[in-house]
């Protein structure tokens, strides 16, 4: 019967307990573990020369050719790569169904603690108990946040490869590998007859206390935990689609090393008005992917920006757009019969008193909530998406110099051409509101609560407050 798998890997970290996980495979006869053979500083070891007949320099010029001969060497050969090793296999180790992946882990409070005092004390393994030195390491609650973020987020890696590529691996924690039944579970995994009767007894645990006698400043270390949000609660979900850079959207000035991309809905005639009037006058407009890319080349020294606006006054704006426009008339009968919209049968917002108008937005704003969290079976319309999206779909492509915003948008864009020294034109004026019934009739403290709920990203990421009407 053909073996599931031609080599293996050990994903873990520092001080999850690698060492000893690899001491207990070796014991299985036909099985070879090499140890960090991608580690930047060392094949393993820094007194190994070689692995596999490649010495270092080798590695570092191919490392590919390393991997291709654990993958062909006899028997079941494996190593242990950690989240700052050589990132150039990466994604060949990951891609590979033939690869057996072990994810090996550990309480993150553990390792953390545990690394400080072997940094500290230079013991990074233990063979006799008289070897050991006590130390005391300080709890960092920043440090620690830092050490966490990089290993979650590698973390994270390893899982949505392993789901995109429809393989699985046998994750263990370091109190399992303490586990001869687990271990030998793990070699079931590996499709290995063999079974191991002891776990290794070629290493001591370093740091066997409780965690309140191995720091100096257990108390500040618990306050400091109990701030961590763990399972990401404070996690905004995201279920709009991946949005496009928008690139036929993009006015350039002519002339002038200037770039605009503009957010829908485009109430922006101001905006480009102001851009016009750069360089030699008018603007260059109708670009593809690779005519962006040739004026980039062209333009050296160029700037791009794009304008936010407050979540409020441009969720009023789409409402208005849906509301007026001819083009909307399919989506204003869909509100109005299946989502409780209260918009009038004759399509004439225009005879809509304020009171009316202002339950026909706040329901919009209803709408809009369940129709971004995928709730709806209307298309997620950029119009009324959150800008944050949009701006992730620019970056795509053409990521913005400078996010402006619309309450100081004569600062910004000064500064923006002076940036690219260009004479300053005339600051442009805001345009009034164009809605049957203006923002400022209508708005109250609940529709701005309404506006922070559905808009609660963009009110995070870039830190609007509650929306004043303009002088």
């Not at 160029?302 to 426009?325: K, N």
Request: glycine residues 6%.
């Amino acid at each position: 019967m053909e073996r599931p798998f031609d080599h293996f890997v050990i994903f873990a970290e520092m001080r999850t307990g690698s060492n000893l996980l690899e001491a207990t495979l070796s014991q299985v006869p036909g099985i070879a573990c090499h140890g960090e053979i991608f580690n930047p500083d060392h094949l393993g070891g820094p007194a190994v020369p070689d692995v596999l007949g490649l010495t270092m320099a080798e590695r570092v010029a191919d490392p590919a050719a390393l991997l291709a001969r654990v993958r062909k060497a006899p028997g079941l050969n494996g190593f242990r790569f950690f989240f700052d090793h050589e990132p150039r296999v990466l994604d060949e180790i990951l891609a590979d169904p033939r690869c057996a992946k072990i994810v090996l882990t550990r309480n993150p409070v553990d390792c953390y603690i545990s690394l400080k005092i072997a940094y500290n004390t230079k013991r990074w393994r233990l063979s006799d108990i008289k070897d050991r030195i006590a130390w005391k390491p300080p709890f960092k609650p920043a440090e620690f946040e830092a050490f966490l973020e990089e290993r979650q987020a590698f973390q994270l890696r390893l899982l949505n490869a392993l789901q995109v590529s429809g393989q699985t691996a046998f994750y263990l924690d370091y109190e399992d590998s303490l586990r001869v039944e687990v271990i030998n579970g793990l070699l079931k995994f590996l499709g290995r007859d063999d079974r191991v009767e002891r776990i290794s007894g070629d290493l001591v645990r370093q740091n066997p206390e409780e965690m309140a006698d191995k720091v100096r400043n257990f108390p500040e270390m618990e306050a400091a935990l109990a701030r961590i949000d763990w399972a990401s609660l404070a996690r905004t979900p995201n279920f709009e689609p991946r949005r496009g850079a928008g690139v036929p959207r993009a006015v350039a000035a002519r002339g002038a090393p200037l770039l605009y991309l503009p957010l829908p809905p485009l109430n922006d005639a101001h905006v480009r008005d102001w851009l016009s009037d750069l360089g030699t006058g008018g603007l260059e407009e109708d670009f593809t992917q690779k005519s962006l890319r040739l004026w980039k080349r062209r333009m050296a020294g160029h700037r791009s920006f794009t304008v936010l606006r407050h979540p409020l006054a441009r969720a009023h704006d789409a409402f208005r757009a849906v509301m007026t426009d001819r083009a909307q008339a399919d989506t204003r009968s869909r509100l109005r019969a299946n989502y409780g919209v209260p918009i009038p049968a004759e399509d004439e917002p225009a005879g809509m008193t304020p009171a009316a108008w202002r339950a026909a937005f706040a329901a919009f704003l209803g709408f809009v909530k369940l129709n971004l969290a995928g709730q709806t079976g209307l298309r997620q319309e950029a119009i009324w998406g959150t800008q944050w999206s949009l701006v992730n779909g620019l970056a795509g492509f053409a990521p913005p110099d400078l996010l402006a915003r619309e309450e100081r948008l004569a600062e910004d864009l000064g500064f923006l051409a002076a940036s690219v020294g260009v004479e300053r034109p005339a600051p442009p004026a805001t345009p009034g509101d164009a809605a049957p019934v203006p923002l400022h009739r209508v708005h109250d403290r609940d529709l701005e609560a309404l506006a922070r709920d559905v808009y609660r990203r963009d009110y995070m990421s870039f830190g609007f407050g509650a929306w004043k009407a303009p002088a």
